[in-house]
């Protein structure tokens, strides 16, 4: 990025010291760098070096907790209650709806502590020279114009141009490209970059949002996908505030034709509304959520949206970076050619003799790591050395054989090296052949000083981590397909696919096709961070759940954009707020965790579903034929709100409970969940009916012992189809867990016993309740019969 981009700032500087943008290229001469009054004029002009904070505001956080389908329908029931003036279920209402809140605002929480915590110590800080004196700052108080001092292992704070000294650069953090550049006079570097050998002074051209990541940042920032999470909450009550619409119309036209009371009416519609409003349902989705997010947090794996848990369990393409991903961006030598006669290991050892020791040069670390793998026999001695220098592209040394004779080591660049000795065909033609294939590709002279001759050829590249073929086998086997993204070259991305088993069509460079297609491409090379983001909407706008897994500032809108972004351990802190997922630990086995606690997370919430949907359907269908059956609501709010207390929040045990694991990527087939909810709600229904109609017919109760008795039948009830939908196969599958077992025995003594002392309703003997339970036991081994077929033909697993 040029200065032209901040003429403004620049523009300011010059009021106060003759810096121009044109200055920056005029070597050799170093300007003085700004003056203290100068730095604050611009910080206050430009703002800080930071890029915008994209994260949610606590008071909308909170504000977000209480503005959601199912808080609505909570919150419009509680002022319902408060009209009527019954303060004590509109109490227990608010307490319900509190609870709920404060749930997923602690656990989210929790997680965003953790990541904050992680982002604190990447902290940076600059050498920059103010008042002409070198001190050390904040890198979020840099500004344009600032003279800074780029240094071995440092990390560049800002888009700048350097004006003396030479640098070799890893931007693999923000371009994906896995080889570092050299750097000099004249040449521009930008924020995040690594400095990995020599040192140089830059002049800031660009600082904050302005930087060459500026666009990357407002892309972080309007990157959005709703999860499916979201959509299924949103569906369920949506469906059900349909149904239970329509059902309010048909008791409404019943009233109006005989004539109710409204002091009848109002209570019948608001204990149809309770009826309806999956209470426990968003409590369920985060408590489940987090007791996964707290066993992946034991693996390596910290979650940033407790959304992110369920949704790995849905994704069936995983788009990979390479860089830092699948490969360790560490340079390694991959393979050796020798010439006239030396061997393997006489090549690398030479080699090394012209390589820096303790360094940060990336190449000849991995030279020397390469030979010391394989000692060389060479007797040489080291006399004298000279690092690489950028400008004639090799490094030298000069070094005494056994003999005490004089010899000379060059290393660097194949056409630079060549030139240097007699031509050599066939050398040529491999260098060529390798450099084609992706690999950096280095050629050792070795001899007297006047008799040099080539020795060998070194390829280099970085290599895929030892995880990365196991970790995609084991995606394929788990229905998840993955894919190659990267901003890497096309033959060095082609390599590392091959290696870890992507043997898929690479998409050919330059833009993407339009409308690409999943089945396309395995690898997309040379892609810039726009078109990670593209690719990504591509794919779900064709119908798949994607995540995506990368570590650099260049990933970050497409680790947003995607269901579930997944940050791995070496990323930087645009990448981890980007992602929804960051692994704190080497390797990528935490992803493959991830998708199998999410699936676990997937299939408890899908029985707690099950299990709620079938119920409200129940009830507002109750409610209704009761009226039918005798002219009266045969549940009353308050009825309802203990029902929420002993069902709806007990039941949040399912998020605990012991769970087959699915095959294939989750899905919210709303349809299919709807459907089975709608059979065995018929099936509930007709066991609530046949107890109301022996209350009724048989025993002849009243209508308030038959409200006791309807709510019996309706909790009762709830327990055998808890047990019978927990599972999609056989009664003696898994073992249920000792908190839902818990949760059960207080659900069934809590209501038998307020039906026993009539606290709230009008007491029944215990031969009743006993007969009630035992009638709903049975129920229970009709369902069990009953389920297996209705799953398999929905084909719900």
Request: proline share 4%.
């Amino acid at each position: 990025m040029k200065a032209s981009g901040n003429s403004g700032a620049l523009a300011l500087a010059q009021n106060e010291q003759p810096f121009t943008a044109s200055a920056m290229t005029d070597e050799p001469r170093v300007s003085a760098g700004l003056s203290s009054s100068q730095a604050a004029q611009l910080l206050l002009h430009d703002g800080p070096n930071a890029m915008p904070d994209t994260s949610t505001h606590l008071l909308q956080n909170i504000v977000s907790k209480f503005w959601a389908p199912v808080p609505w329908l909570l919150e419009a029931s509680m002022i319902l209650q408060l009209a009527l003036h019954k303060y004590v279920e509109a109490g227990i209402i608010g307490a319900l709806l509190l609870f709920n809140a404060v749930l997923a605002f602690v656990q989210e929480g929790r997680a965003q502590a953790t990541l904050h915590a992680l982002k604190s110590r990447l902290s940076l800080n600059a050498s920059v020279e103010r008042d002409g004196i070198w001190k050390i700052i904040p890198s979020v108080q840099l500004v344009v114009g600032d003279l800074i001092k780029l240094s071995l292992g440092g990390v560049v704070a800002a888009d700048a141009h350097i004006v003396q000294g030479s640098v070799l650069l890893d931007q693999s953090m923000l371009t994906g490209e896995s080889l570092p550049v050299e750097a000099a006079a004249g040449a521009d570097t930008f924020s995040g970059a690594l400095v990995k050998r020599g040192e140089a002074i830059a002049v800031v051209t660009a600082t904050g949002a302005r930087t060459k990541f500026g666009q990357t940042a407002e892309l972080v920032r309007t990157a959005h996908a709703v999860s499916s999470q979201q959509k299924a909450v949103l569906t369920i009550v949506r469906n059900l505030a349909i149904f239970n619409g329509g059902i309010i119309l048909l008791m409404g036209l019943y009233a109006l034709t005989h004539s109710m009371p409204w002091n009848e009416v109002t209570p019948l519609f608001l204990t149809a509304v309770l009826a309806a409003i999956p209470v426990g349902l968003p409590a369920t989705f985060t408590l489940s959520s987090a007791i996964g997010a707290r066993s992946l947090a034991k693996l390596g794996v910290l979650p940033t949206r407790l959304s992110a848990v369920d949704e790995a369990g849905t994704i069936d393409v995983l788009c990979v970076d390479k860089t830092g991903t699948l490969t360790a961006n560490q340079l390694a030598v991959r393979s050796i050619l020798s010439l006239n006669g030396f061997k393997d290991e006489q090549v690398m050892g030479i080699a090394a003799l012209a390589s820096s020791v303790g360094g940060e040069d990336a190449v000849d670390a991995a030279i020397r790591a390469a030979s010391e793998r394989k000692p060389s026999p060479n007797s040489l001695k080291l006399v004298a050395f000279t690092p690489f220098d950028p400008a004639k592209k090799i490094a030298a040394a000069t070094a005494t054989d056994a003999n005490g004779n004089t010899m000379q080591i060059i290393k660097g660049a194949a056409a630079t090296v060549e030139s240097l000795v007699s031509p050599d065909q066939e050398a040529t033609a491999a260098a060529g052949k390798l450099e084609a294939q992706g690999f950096r590709v280095l050629a050792v002279a070795f001899g007297p000083p006047e008799a040099l001759r080539l020795i060998g050829l070194i390829a280099l590249s970085d290599p895929p981590r030892n995880d990365s073929a196991a970790l995609i086998s084991e995606l394929k086997t788990l229905g998840v397909r993955t894919v190659m993204v990267t901003g890497d070259a096309p033959q060095t991305a082609a390599i590392v696919a091959h290696e870890v088993g992507l043997d898929g069509p690479a998409c050919p460079s330059g833009s993407m096709p339009a409308n690409v297609k999943l089945e396309d491409y395995s690898v997309f090379a040379s892609i810039l961070p726009e078109g990670k983001f593209d690719l990504v909407k591509a794919f779900q706008q064709n119908g798949h759940t994607v995540g995506m897994c990368g570590d650099g500032a260049n990933d970050a809108p497409a680790l947003r954009q995607a269901q579930i972004g997944i940050a791995v351990s070496t990323a930087t802190d645009v990448a981890k707020s980007a992602a929804g997922v960051v692994l704190t630990e080497a390797g990528l086995s935490g992803i493959v965790a991830a998708i199998k606690t999410g699936r676990l997370i997937f299939q408890r919430i899908l029985s707690y579903t099950l299990r709620s949907t079938t119920k409200k359907l129940t009830q507002i269908l109750l409610l209704a034929i009761g009226l039918l059956m005798t002219g009266q609501a045969v549940l009353t709010p308050l009825l309802m709100v203990i029902v929420m207390i002993s069902g709806d929040f007990l039941s949040m045990a399912f998020a605990t409970d012991r769970v087959r694991p699915s095959e294939t990527p989750n899905s919210w087939e709303m349809g299919k969940v709807t459907a089975a909810g709608g059979f065995f709600g018929l099936g509930f229904l007709a066991f609530c009916i046949a107890v109301l109609t022996v209350g009724t017919y048989k025993m002849h109760l009243d209508i308030d012992h038959l409200r006791t008795l309807c709510v019996l039948s309706v909790v009762y009830g709830s327990q055998a189809i808890t047990y019978a939908l927990r599972d999609r196969q056989h009664l003696w599958g898994l073992r249920p867990t000792s908190w839902l077992l818990l949760s059960s025995v207080a659900e069934v003594l809590f209501i038998s016993l307020l039906a026993n002392r009539g606290i709230g309703m009008s007491s029944l003997p215990l031969l009743v309740l006993a007969l009630e339970l035992f009638s709903a036991i049975l129920f229970f081994f009709v369902l069990n019969l009953a389920k297996i077929p209705i799953f398999r033909r929905l084909r719900i697993a």
